[in-house]
């Protein structure tokens, strides 16, 4: 399906500030969104199965070696350990669930845990299976899609123009071949990127143009949440109408593709997420992040159905992985094991399900760097002016 505006209309779109035309821009994006697929929706959880330690110098990363920021360790989860996050996302209402991993790309032995955890993941649950586990091989794509997964994510970041600025050690052009592989194997693609890294209006448009020739699936959009003691630490967060207004052009752009809203949408958007929502999203991210957290799973189940939406699972969810119309979904009518216990932790409890999704605060360690080699571009690591800290003695948001 072609974009619903041009590259020009974008340019024009992306330069308004008042409020009543960036509302009036959700209002067409809200259309688009709903002819398309109607009330339906796709709500994502993820757990970080191995986190810290990632020898690239991402900008915004701080499990890069190059950053100053004290690194979240997560060693390989077993593939059991991944199967338990999987059964907390699906009793707390996710349709999906994704396992990701640091680097560019895993072990031999790391990449089997990954597919035995998908294995128990398709046969234990109705979730929908994602993966997002660095560059890849077609062979390693096709083992994925054997092993259950439906659809793998490996985002662009930004515009190719602005890519060197965000990376320097992983190629635009590896990350290109790697989504190729995964469409030789069948599998949907899940690409996005992140917002307000230091690129311009005119590159975002360039960024979502560049998404629309890519075709993905799914497009998350993440905002920066700055990671002191990174390249971006010091940046300010986005202001939330700004990045509302984003949402609605690249929903614009790509009429038909899967747009969820993931990692720093709290920090950037608060109060206006449901707004966000309207702007074109079909889900987003549920409960936390990789190293940072987010919302409860009834705040956002609440944002979705306060405009009217379906969060319904439906029993062949584990089986097809995009949402349609076919029989039922529209209804809601979702016969579940766990739907009772969305809102009732201490009867799940009691029924043996722990509604208890991937927690960093809790999960992940943070390490002090030996020697931190300088980065490759020859950039500084940013920290706020105050270096405000935490009472734990981190800076905020880690």
């Known amino acids: 399906m072609p974009s619903l505006i041009t590259r020009e209309e974008a340019r ?7 409020h009543a035309e960036i509302e009036a ?3 067409r994006a809200w259309l688009a969104r709903q002819e398309q697929f109607g009330d339906a929706t796709d709500l994502c959880s993820l757990v970080n199965a191995k986190s810290g330690g990632c020898a690239e110098d991402c900008g915004f990363c701080a499990q890069s070696r190059f950053a100053e920021a004290e690194t979240p ?3 390989m989860m077993e593939p059991e350990q991944i199967l338990e996050h999987a059964r907390a996302a699906e009793a707390a209402g996710a349709h ?6 640091q680097g560019q790309g895993l072990s031999k032995r790391d990449f089997e845990k990954i597919l035995e955890g998908a294995r128990l993941v398709a046969s234990e649950t109705n979730l929908k299976r994602c993966a997002s586990v660095g560059h890849m091989s077609p062979t390693r794509a096709k083992q994925l899609k054997e092993a259950g997964i439906q659809r793998v994510h490996h985002n662009v970041e930004t515009a190719e123009s602005y890519y060197p600025e965000v990376s320097s050690t992983v190629r635009y052009e590896g990350r290109l071949r790697t989504i190729q592989a995964v469409e030789e194997a069948g599998l949907e693609t899940c ?7 230091g690129e311009s209006r005119e590159q975002r448009v360039e960024m979502a143009f560049e998404l629309a020739k890519i075709n993905p699936t799914s497009v998350p959009i993440n905002l920066l949440n700055p990671r002191p003691g990174t390249k971006f630490g010091d940046r300010d967060h986005m202001d939330p109408w700004e990045a509302v207004k984003w949402i609605a052009i690249f929903r614009l752009v790509l009429p038909e593709a899967l747009f969820r809203l993931c990692g720093g949408r709290v920090e950037n958007i608060g109060e206006l997420q449901a707004l966000a929502v309207k702007a074109g999203l079909n889900g987003v991210m549920m409960g936390n992040f990789l190293t940072t ?3 409860t799973p009834e705040e956002d189940r609440t944002m979705f159905t306060d405009l009217g939406l379906n969060i319904a699972r439906q029993p062949d969810n584990g089986t097809a992985p995009r949402p349609d119309n076919r029989s039922g979904w ?6 579940d094991v766990v739907e009772a216990f969305l809102d009732t932790p201490e009867e799940a409890a009691a029924a043996g399900i722990e509604i208890k999704l991937w927690d960093p605060a809790e999960q992940l360690r943070f390490a002090k760097k030996g020697v931190i080699p300088e980065r490759p571009d020859g950039a500084p690591n940013r920290w706020p002016d105050d270096r405000e800290l935490t009472a734990s003695g981190l800076p905020h948001g880690l």
């Open 191 to 197: 690409v996005g990127g992140i917002l307000n890294l």
């Open 73 to 75: 360790l997560h060693a």
């Open 293 to 295: 957290l987010g919302s």
């Open 96 to 101: 999906r669930f994704c396992m990701v991993t």
């Open 330 to 335: 529209l209804d809601g009518e979702t016969p």
């Open 25 to 27: 821009l959700v209002e």
């Open 12 to 18: 024009r779109l992306g330069e308004i500030t008042d």
